[in-house]
């Protein structure tokens, strides 16, 4: 079955630790983006690529980091220069060319700094 | 900016009731409207998508509506039942400062309860 396989599914950081999300997608779709989801505050746009080799900023990249090296994966960075990073993290893709589909999400990762 | 608030916050009703959530958006200028579930802790699934051209969806014992031009939807639940019990997210997909790849702006979220 196609779908978005995200691991891990919990996460513990350190304080000053990079630490690497995974999003990895089967569904053939060229445009992938990652979410951070806070209590209270609703979802907001990290990342986004639409192709291979390119990747935009959205409403909150400091802190963050990706690369898409491969039409699949989107892994996303925590670095140590994000200063609240826990929260619920989600992987999305969609098609680029057809703005009339959908967007398919992941299970998604909790990211807990101790 | 597009901005997209839900009401209610939150919601608890009894079994069999059936129920209206929600949604309304700033900007009309949208190419569809999606409605997400989430149960606790875990990622988001679809449950209807609306188009900019259509007026309402239905999957089942769910029915949304859209009207673009005063920035409302609409998700029905009908004989509600506990399995229903979740947060409920409306998202829409809209141009985003020239890019082709569209944007997609959520609201808070309605929690709701259904109690047997």
């Known amino acids: 079955d196609g779908g978005i396989t995200q691991s891990p599914k919990y996460l513990f950081r350190k304080e000053g630790q990079n630490v690497t999300l995974s999003c990895e997608q089967n569904l053939n779709h060229d445009a992938m983006y990652w979410y951070r989801q806070d209590p209270g505050q609703g979802l907001r746009l990290i990342y986004y690529?639409?192709?291979?080799?390119?990747?935009q900023k959205g409403d909150i990249a400091e802190g963050y980091s990706v690369s898409r090296e491969k039409k699949e994966s989107f892994p996303l960075t925590v670095t140590s220069a994000q200063k609240n990073p826990t929260a619920f993290y989600l992987c999305a893709s969609s098609t680029r060319l057809a703005l009339n589909y959908g967007y398919t999400f992941g299970s998604g990762t909790r990211l807990t700094v101790v | 900016k597009q901005e997209v608030t839900q009401i209610p916050a939150a919601l608890s009703v009894p079994e069999g009731e059936n129920l209206v959530l929600n949604c309304s958006f700033t900007d009309s200028a949208i190419y569809n409207l999606q409605w997400f579930r989430q149960d606790p802790g875990k990622g988001l699934t679809s449950l209807l998508l609306i188009q900019s051209s259509q007026r309402e969806q239905t999957s089942g014992r769910l029915n949304a509506s859209l009207d673009k031009s005063s920035g409302r939807s609409t998700l029905y639940i009908a004989a509600s039942q506990p399995g229903d019990s979740a947060t409920y997210l409306c998202?829409?997909?809209?141009?985003?400062?020239?890019?082709?790849?569209?944007?997609?702006?959520f609201g808070q979220g309605t929690i709701l309860t259904v109690h047997p």
């Open positions: 998202a829409v997909r809209h141009n985003a400062g020239g890019t082709s790849y569209g944007k997609l702006t």
């Open positions: 690529s639409q192709i291979v080799n390119d990747f």
